[in-house]
């Protein structure tokens, strides 16, 4: 379901996916994913509202994606033995994200 938050980041209420929610000494927190913004935030539980029924129908001019076969690489250095390889990572590097975007624009 989709949901209106605000992110403190744009200043602004924009529509969101809720992909987790954790507790915190003082609320809750919630993980959304911006449908127009393809941008993950963190949102406090006060700032989630409930989507009104015609901007729901709206389609979202983000969508989330994965490159086929593709797994993330890392520069793996050993200074013991003076020595760098690429090898194999759980998360793709933020110098590997930009680079990519760098190409897509």
Same mark, same amino acid.
């Given at each position: 379901?989709?949901?209106?938050? %605000?992110?403190?980041?744009?200043?602004?209420?924009?529509?969101?996916?809720?992909?987790?929610?954790?507790?915190?000494?003082?609320?809750?927190?919630?993980? =959304? %994913?911006?449908?127009?913004?393809? @941008?993950?935030?963190?949102?406090?539980?006060?700032n989630?509202?409930?989507?009104?029924?015609? %901007?729901?129908?709206?389609?979202?001019?983000? @969508?989330? =994606?994965?490159?086929?076969?593709?797994?993330?690489?890392t520069?793996?250095?050993?200074? =013991?033995?003076?020595?760098?390889?690429?090898?194999?990572?759980?998360?793709?590097?933020?110098?590997?994200?930009?680079? %990519?975007? @760098?190409?897509?624009?």
């Open positions: 379901q989709v949901y209106v938050v %605000f992110s403190e980041e744009l200043q602004c209420w924009c529509r969101a996916l809720v992909e987790s929610v954790w507790r915190q000494a003082d609320g809750c927190q919630l993980r =959304c %994913f911006l449908v127009d913004y393809a @941008k993950y935030c963190s949102v406090a539980s006060e989630i509202r409930v989507l009104a029924g015609v %901007f729901a129908k709206i389609p979202y001019r983000a @969508k989330k =994606c994965r490159l086929h076969c593709t797994k993330p690489l520069l793996h250095i050993d200074y =013991c033995e003076n020595t760098a390889k690429i090898g194999p990572a759980k998360r793709w590097d933020t110098a590997a994200v930009q680079h %990519f975007r @760098k190409l897509v624009e």
